[in-house]
Structures are given as C-alpha cells and as structure tokens.
C-alpha cells in the first residue's frame, strides 16, 4: 500500500510544478468545502499562472545563461566546478530515495505544528518541498543513514514553517500579496541575513538615509525609470558586459523588459486562482482556531513580480561572478542559477523595503555565504549526484541553490563533522542572524498590538 501510495506521489511530482500545484490546490480545495467549477477553475488558472511563470524562467535561463557564461569567459575566469542550479539539483532531490516518503512526512510535520500553534503557514505548496528533501538526501548520502535523512527532512520542514511566519509581515506589507507567505528556498532561508544588514545600516550616518527604488528612480527621471525602461536598460548592459554587439545585447534588453512588464501579470493569474481557497480555508481554521491568523505558503516565484526584485537580480548576474573571483579557495563557477539570482535576494527586498541600494549590500553577504558553503558542499552534491545516477562520478557538481543552503550544511555537519572551524563561523553568523530577526519580528508585533490598543 505504501509503495502504491509513494508512486502515485512520485507520478504526479514527475509532471512539475505547473501540473502538480493545480491538481492540489482542486482537490484540497473540493474537500474543504469550495464548489467543484470554483475550485477546477482555480486550479487551472493557477496552472497558468505558473506555465507563464516556467516561459519567463525558461527564457532567462536560455538568454542569461550564455551571457553569464560569455562573461566568465570573456574575465577569464578559470572556476572548475560548474553550479548545475535548481534546475539540476532538484531532480536529483526527487530521484533520491529520501524523495519516497519525504512529501507525506513535510505535511505531518505541518500539520502537527498547526495542531500546536507553533506555526500560522499552511503549506500548499507540494513542488517545493523539494528543498526539505535535499537536506534529508543529503544528509542519507553523507552518513548512510536513512533515519539522519528523514529527520533532516523534519528539521527543515520546520524551520521553513517558522520562516514563513516571519515573511508574512513583509509580504503584506511590501509586496501587497495578504494572507500569504514563502517559506521555501534561498529567499526564505536567506532573508535573515538582510536583516541584519538593514539594522546594520540604520547605524550608519548618510548611508541610512540613502533611498534608491524603482518608484524613486521615476520620480526623477520620469519614464526612465519605469521598470520597462529599466530591464531594457539593464539587460542591454549585461549584453554588452558579456562581450556581445548591439545585435545581440539589444534583443537580450527587449526580453528583460517583457519580464518586467510580464511577470506581474502573470502573478496576478495566481492570485486570483488562489483566492477561493484562501478564502475558505482562513473560514474554516479562524472557526477551528479562534481569531488566529493564518497564511497560505507558496512558491518564492511569485516574488519576481516586483520590478526592484527583477531589477536587483539583473545587477546581481555580473556582481555575482565578480563575488566569486574574490572569494579565497571558491571552485564554483555561478551558472545554473544565475538567471534566477532574484530568488535569492527577493525577501531581502521586501526587508528593505523596496531599497535597491540597501539590497546590494545584504546581496553580497547573501551571494557570499552562499558560494563559501557551495564549495563545502561539492564532495556532498558529486555523492548525491552518483547515487541517484545523475552523474558517474567522473565530473564534481555543485549548486547554489540548496547546494548553499546554511540549513543544509549545519545539519548535515552535525553528522560528519568536517572542517569544524568554517562550520562554526558559519553556524555562528545564521544563528546570530536567525535569533535576531525573530527578536525583531516579537518587536514588530508587540509595536503593532500597542497601537491597535
């Protein structure tokens, strides 16, 4: 039963995202009382809304890919080990044998955090539970020990429920997207490294004062700063970095500009496909639950349709290879993930409230820690990597994305124990880090509460 009951799971993760979310979002919402039509029909809208989401992914990675590549070459850049990105880590994840069972046990472990209120998010996002895996196959490909997996899975499981309460200020607040949350990936696990940088700079005389936004940007040039003008400007920069002419710089700045212009469209379709089900859903928990607030976890993606998010991760394509080259010792050549560096950057956005120059500094020390972990991780990704056939072993692999993961790596190194002294500075920065954006978010909301009083 069991074994029929993983391979249907398995079945369904094998059609990716764009498939897997509208069927879950139907049936959930069917069993939780929204009408059969109503919940089909958000179902397939969201279902568009992430086919569009995958065209515009699929088309930065096509057109970025090579220039980022073209840029390595054209510095000389001579890193030997190619980050293979999301795109390549995940089915990896998924092909591992942690993948089994890591889905059911990510959903229990959510709904026992509801069950107790250590949590408000509900996750319903299946794809992305991915993230959690990797720890969890990671961890079984290191010590061998199955068991270490699974309770990687839990560990990450619930430290991405955590974050995501955490966000959901900021998404209401800054991304205007009520009632839901991202507790997945690098923007979720990241995002407390920009707020220490944002309280860092608030200490600083003329640089807390400096506010650069797409918004601000119009204001004083007019139509040149609207976030059009902007992706065309900037992906024609990046053409142009990479070594390109005008015939192949100019066509890679219109195609930035259809994303800035595209994308917040295309989160619009699943906002809208969301809604019944939200709606439903905080019904039913609010009659269960009291007055509790609750929100619905979804992908990170839904994040690139801010214009500074696109923007930010458009500057972050060449400032990341640059990154790379001044980093002592790094083997990684960022590549996979470098056509969607907003993903790691997008909650640091939303912290910083739209800040473009604030975010260049949390992005650094985001893009920073992230590479120096990759390095670590490269014999950890190359065994994943041979034990679930994706390689023979010949070539080491590398990825940035979860590969990076602080999570990950402090957990897995609680096992192996290697290389204590980068494990520990490393620790010692994402605690610090972690334990004090929870101390400022317990702030927030005392501060919110006394003035609602």
């Known amino acids: 039963m069991l074994k029929v009951f993983s391979d249907a799971i398995q079945y369904?993760?094998?059609?990716?995202?764009?498939?897997?979310l509208p069927i879950v979002i139907a049936i959930i919402s069917i069993c939780i009382g929204v009408k059969v039509g109503k919940a089909i029909r958000s179902g397939l809208?969201?279902?568009?809304?992430?086919?569009?989401?995958?065209?515009?992914?699929?088309?930065?990675?096509?057109?970025?890919?090579?220039?980022?590549?073209?840029?390595?070459?054209?510095?000389?850049?001579?890193?030997?080990?190619?980050d293979i990105g999301w795109p390549g880590a995940?089915?990896?994840?998924?092909?591992?044998?942690?993948?089994?069972?890591?889905?059911?046990?990510?959903?229990?472990?959510?709904?026992?955090?509801?069950?107790?209120?250590?949590?408000?998010?509900?996750?319903?996002d299946i794809w992305n539970i991915w993230h959690m895996t990797f720890t969890g196959a990671i961890a079984y490909a290191m010590t061998g020990n199955y068991w270490?997996?699974?309770?990687?899975?839990?560990?990450?499981?619930?430290?991405?429920?955590?974050?995501?309460?955490?966000?959901?200020?900021?998404?209401?607040?800054?991304?205007?997207l009520d009632g839901l949350t991202v507790p997945h990936g690098t923007s979720a696990y990241m995002g407390p490294i920009a707020c220490v940088v944002d309280a860092v700079l608030d200490k600083?005389?003329?640089?807390?004062?400096?506010?650069?936004?797409?918004?601000?940007?119009?204001?004083?040039?007019?139509?040149?700063?609207?976030?059009?003008?902007?992706?065309?400007?900037?992906?024609?920069?990046?053409?142009?970095?990479?070594?390109?002419?005008?015939?192949?710089?100019?066509?890679?700045?219109?195609k930035m500009s259809a994303v800035m212009v595209l994308m917040p469209k295309i989160v619009k379709c699943i906002m809208e496909g969301l809604m019944p089900l939200s709606e439903r859903a905080k019904e039913i928990l609010t009659k269960k639950f009291g007055n509790s607030e609750f929100y619905i976890g979804l992908?990170?993606?839904?994040?690139?349709?801010?214009?500074?998010?696109v923007t930010t991760g458009l500057i972050f394509i060449p400032l990341t290879l640059l990154i790379a080259v001044i980093i002592?010792?790094?083997?990684?050549?960022?590549?996979?993930?470098?056509?969607?560096?907003?993903?790691?950057?997008?909650?640091?956005?939303?912290?910083?409230?739209?800040?473009?120059?604030?975010?260049?500094?949390?992005?650094?020390?985001?893009?920073?820690?992230?590479?120096?972990?990759?390095?670590?991780?490269i014999p950890w990704m190359t065994a994943l990597a041979t034990t679930t056939g994706s390689t023979d072993g010949s070539n080491l692999v590398a990825a940035l994305d979860q590969g990076g993961s602080p999570i990950t790596y402090i957990f897995t190194q609680l096992f192996i124990r290697e290389n204590l002294l980068g494990t520990g500075i490393i620790a010692?920065?994402?605690?610090?880090?972690?334990?004090?954006?929870?101390?400022?978010?317990?702030?927030?909301?005392?501060?919110?509460?006394?003035?609602?009083?």
């Open 12 to 20: 369904v993760v094998d059609m990716g995202a764009s498939v897997m």
């Open 45 to 82: 809208m969201i279902g568009v809304g992430f086919v569009g989401l995958g065209l515009i992914v699929d088309m930065m990675n096509a057109e970025l890919g090579p220039a980022a590549q073209a840029m390595s070459e054209k510095f000389g850049l001579s890193l030997s080990v190619v």
């Open 90 to 124: 995940s089915p990896m994840t998924w092909a591992s044998n942690i993948a089994i069972v890591a889905i059911p046990v990510a959903i229990l472990v959510n709904v026992v955090m509801l069950l107790l209120k250590l949590t408000k998010t509900v996750n319903i």
């Open 148 to 176: 270490i997996g699974i309770l990687g899975v839990v560990v990450h499981a619930a430290i991405a429920y955590k974050l995501g309460d955490l966000w959901a200020p900021f998404m209401s607040d800054y991304f205007e």
């Open 204 to 254: 600083i005389p003329g640089i807390k004062n400096i506010d650069i936004t797409a918004d601000s940007l119009q204001e004083k040039v007019g139509v040149l700063g609207e976030p059009i003008v902007i992706g065309g400007f900037l992906g024609t920069i990046v053409g142009f970095i990479a070594g390109y002419g005008p015939q192949e710089a100019l066509p890679l700045g219109i």
């Open 299 to 309: 992908d990170p993606a839904i994040l690139l349709g801010d214009a500074q998010v």
């Open 328 to 377: 002592p010792g790094n083997k990684v050549l960022p590549f996979g993930d470098l056509a969607t560096i907003g993903f790691f950057i997008a909650i640091a956005v939303a912290v910083h409230k739209g800040n473009i120059f604030r975010t260049l500094f949390s992005g650094v020390a985001i893009m920073y820690m992230t590479i120096w972990i990759a390095n670590e991780t």
């Open 428 to 453: 010692a920065i994402y605690v610090v880090c972690l334990l004090f954006t929870i101390h400022s978010s317990k702030k927030r909301s005392a501060a919110l509460k006394k003035v609602e009083e």
